[in-house]
């Protein structure tokens, strides 16, 4: 069995698999998002406070199974460094104290291999990952190396829910808010503009959008009438960044028609890109993973995509889309099969997946 520890951003999460069949021995996770939703996003010294706390716990609950280990798995790369520290320092000293050897783990290959949770996937392969850092195009070749195809240049796709869910004065992680809200919404009140138009930049862009929604946001703020009970005074500077909440006199059916229709064109960026990247790549498979890929929206939008291109479409169990540590041990799981042990295992938080293999 493998032990694999996952705390690259805001989930201190413990997984044991079995090598021999990649079974689920053992899974825990403890969440930190409704610490962090008070200040509507990840705060890294409040992340690095919780796991310290959280990972002696998590571990020691996995206990029975410590005779039976083999090795210790945890994600080193890319993250947030405070978050990432307390998972290499605890994988560090189990490793130490029961004498076996450690595996690091790339975080996104970990995403990658969450596609593979249940069976085997023919390579080669397509996949989109977007999640809270990162929004990229990638190609899986069929002995297994990646190529990063395109990524963004600004916001990845779930940070730009996050931000816009905040300028809207919504909870924390934004995605499942503006989902939920944008079912009410009219995603035809804002025509706002699609990111990269027109262009044949096999790259994504979510910035621009995203001030589109604080325009938007801004512009019912000054246009409602000043009421005797307002708390907001009619001061036109008073503009809405995304680290300020935007005023409950907004109404629930604007706030939900700027959440719908920046959900439709945030997901059809999405689809936009995908198409120039199949219009060059022939991929008989193209997988969905991270977190954002929870979407509902553009998992119909990809459903329709994939269609058109004859191409199989493959997404991770629901459950294993956001960080875990079963995505963790899945590919440590292929690394010890490979004796791929790392004997000075360093933190890298800004890492790339440029030319890494996931077999
Ligand atoms: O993969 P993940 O758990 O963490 C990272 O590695 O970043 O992804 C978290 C991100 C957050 O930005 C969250 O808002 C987004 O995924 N997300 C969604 C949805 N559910 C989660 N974004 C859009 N729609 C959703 N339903
Ligand atoms: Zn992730």
Redesign the pocket.
């Known amino acids: 069995m493998i032990l694999a520890i996952e705390s690259?951003?805001d989930d201190s999460s413990v997984a044991i698999m079995k090598a021999s069949d990649f079974s689920l021995v053992h899974y825990e996770k403890i969440s930190q998002e409704e610490e962090h939703a008070k200040y509507g996003g990840v705060v890294p010294e409040l992340a690095a406070r919780l796991h310290t706390a959280a990972l002696p716990e998590v571990i020691l609950r996995a206990k029975e199974h410590f005779s039976a280990l083999k090795a210790i798995a945890v994600t080193n790369e890319p993250g947030l460094s405070v978050s990432l520290l307390p998972g290499i320092v605890a994988a560090k000293a189990l490793a130490t104290a029961l004498n076996l050897p450690l595996i690091s783990v790339n975080?996104l290959v970990g995403?990658i291999y969450s596609l593979f949770l249940e069976g085997p996937i023919k390579l080669p392969l397509g996949v989109l990952l977007v999640?809270?850092?990162?929004t990229m195009i990638l190609g899986i070749s069929e002995n297994g190396v990646i190529s990063v195809l395109g990524a963004t240049s600004d916001d990845s796709?779930?940070?730009s829910?996050?931000k816009s869910a905040k300028m809207l004065g919504l909870g924390y992680?934004?995605?499942?808010q503006?989902?939920n809200l944008a079912l009410k919404g009219d995603d035809r009140a804002y025509d706002f503009s699609l990111p990269l138009k027109g262009t044949k930049r096999l790259e994504y862009s979510f910035s621009g959008l995203k001030n589109q929604v604080r325009l938007a946001c801004l512009e019912l703020e000054n246009s409602r009438i000043p009421s005797k009970n307002s708390r907001i005074s009619s001061d036109k500077s008073r503009i809405p960044s995304e680290n300020s909440r935007i005023p409950s006199e907004i109404t629930s059916q604007q706030k939900a028609n700027i959440a719908a229709s920046f959900e439709r064109v945030a997901c059809l960026h999405i689809i936009d890109r995908l198409k120039l990247a199949f219009s060059s790549q022939k991929w008989l498979r193209f997988g969905v993973v991270?977190?954002?890929s929870?979407?509902?929206r553009l998992r119909g939008m990809l459903e329709n995509l994939c269609a058109s291109y004859d191409c199989e479409l493959l997404f991770a169990p629901l459950e294993y889309?956001?960080?875990n540590a079963v995505m963790i041990a899945r590919a440590a799981v292929t690394k010890y099969h490979n004796k791929d042990f790392c004997q000075n295992l360093e933190m890298h938080p800004r890492s790339s997946l440029e030319n890494l293999k996931i077999i």
């Not at 992680?173 to 499942?176: D, E, H, I, R, S």
């Open positions: 690259s951003c975080h995403h999640s809270g850092g990162h796709f779930g940070e829910f996050d992680p934004g995605g499942p503006i989902q991270g977190g954002a929870a979407n509902l889309c956001s960080d």
